[in-house]
């Protein structure tokens, strides 16, 4: 079997240290074996995490201005791969993230691909597949099943995938000349969804390939997603419509963009997450930001090719098979320290730490390089999922694997069931 396409994994992180930590301690179980790390922002990954695996072969690119294009735009003239892949810094990909989201790019006339994006409990979905229309607008698309499926732009919407979980034939963006560096926050991709679309380009949308995404905090939104700021919200929504929509129908577009944002913040306010006074000062943010984006003009940067070779990061993925513990919150303390001296060693674990309640479930990834799925033996994990299952702790946990084998392959189960012992640890 021929080798697939070199692909440049990069990572554009600002203000965010642990959790771009986080993001590439997951790195080393991605099983795509031909991809290489380029991190664009603030934290040097040498000096910030010296003991993180092959750090050495992470590329640095120095960034410190609040301008998300313009750092995507520095990844992309370092990458040395024939694809580029995307993915934030407050997420982290699963095992056959990679692999699943470059396949469709065998098809020559694919310029990109998204996958599925996950919620901070790390099962339900937060993004799938969608359309776009000519004011940046997500429009419903219903893509039953898992399999890839492309999609052509039509002239009036163009194909959407979400910045933290995208990937692109880098030719193709280079010959669009890259992001738009005019979109500094909120509908970058999005831009070049539709001029991807309009350049004749197919797009893939790809349900296995997953991603779970936290919505970290940053200058314009609370870690609970509540708005602090929408001046660059607003200046780029008003940018994409002078961009891209019929003059005539953009102050109704406006008209509704600013009602919708003034409703958010009176709910908001109503929960108590924002005082009163703050609705106008950020609605004021807003206007300043229509005002100022309708003004902008495009900015392209010069690509080329990149000066660098292509620095592999990846290899055959962890040198053990990807196992499964399975735990009782009584019996954790004596599985823990078993579970990060495998981590540390590179073993790809998952731990289902389950109680005997009907509690819901939630996934995380843990920054000591685990997986972590908690809640009831009896509660459910999918949100279509009955309230109650009958199930044993050996039983759930089969449960839960068979659930993510196509996402995360896991060879084996083992159950960590004895109470703790005074002095006495449990080797698994």
């Known amino acids: 079997m021929s080798p697939g396409p070199r692909v440049s994994l990069i990572i554009v992180s600002r203000n965010r240290r642990a959790e771009l930590g986080r993001i590439l301690a997951s790195l080393r179980y991605l099983t795509c074996p031909e991809f290489e790390v380029i991190v664009v922002g603030d934290t040097d990954p040498a000096t910030a995490f010296p003991g993180l695996w092959r750090v050495e072969r992470i590329a640095y690119v120095p960034f410190d201005r609040a301008n998300i294009s313009a750092a995507r735009n520095l990844g992309l003239a370092a990458a040395a791969g024939e694809i580029v892949a995307f993915c934030d810094d407050d997420a982290v990909p699963e095992a056959t993230w990679l692999d699943h989201l470059i396949a469709p790019f065998a098809d020559p006339g694919v310029g990109a691909a998204g996958g599925h994006v996950l919620g901070r409990n790390g099962i339900a979905l937060q993004w799938g597949g969608g359309r776009i229309d000519r004011f940046g607008n997500r429009l419903p698309l219903d893509l039953p099943g898992d399999a890839p499926v492309v ?47 309009d350049a004749g380009w197919k797009t893939a949308i790809v349900p296995l390939a997953q991603v779970h995404h936290g919505y970290a905090a940053n200058a314009a939104r609370r870690h609970d997603r509540t708005p602090r700021d929408l001046f660059e919200i607003g200046a780029s929504k008003a940018y994409f419509c002078a961009r891209h929509a019929p003059e005539r129908d953009i102050p109704a577009e406006l008209a509704g963009f600013r009602a919708l944002q003034r ?17 106008d000062r950020i609605m ?70 389950l109680s005997l309640t009907t509690l819901f479930h939630r996934m995380e990834f843990q920054p000591e390089g685990y997986w972590l799925q908690k809640g009831g033996i009896f509660g459910r994990s999918e949100r279509r999922g009955a309230l109650f299952r009958r199930a044993t702790l050996k039983s759930r946990a089969g449960a839960e694997i068979d659930r993510l084998q196509a996402v995360r392959p896991i060879a084996g189960l083992r159950i960590c069931s004895k109470l703790p012992l005074r002095g006495k640890g449990i080797i698994l």
Not at 179 to 196: A, H, I, P, W
């Open 151 to 197: 999609l052509a732009g039509d002239g009036q919407s163009g194909v959407k995938t979400e910045g933290t979980n995208c990937a692109f034939r880098r030719a193709a963006l280079v010959a669009l000349g890259g992001f738009d560096e005019s979109y500094r926050y909120f509908l970058d991709e999005t831009d070049l969804n539709l001029r991807l679309g």
């Open 284 to 353: 004021a943010s807003l206007e300043a930001g229509f005002t100022e984006g309708a003004a902008r003009q495009p900015q392209h940067p010069g690509l080329g090719e990149p000066d660098r070779g292509f620095c592999r990061y990846g290899d055959s993925g962890p040198s053990a098979a990807p196992m499964a513990i399975a735990c009782r919150p009584l019996t954790w303390r004596n599985c823990r320290n078993s579970v990060l001296a495998a981590a540390a060693a590179g073993q790809s674990l998952t731990v289902f730490r």
């Open 263 to 279: 409703a958010r913040l009176i709910a908001a306010m109503v929960d108590g997450l924002i005082e009163p006074f703050a609705v």
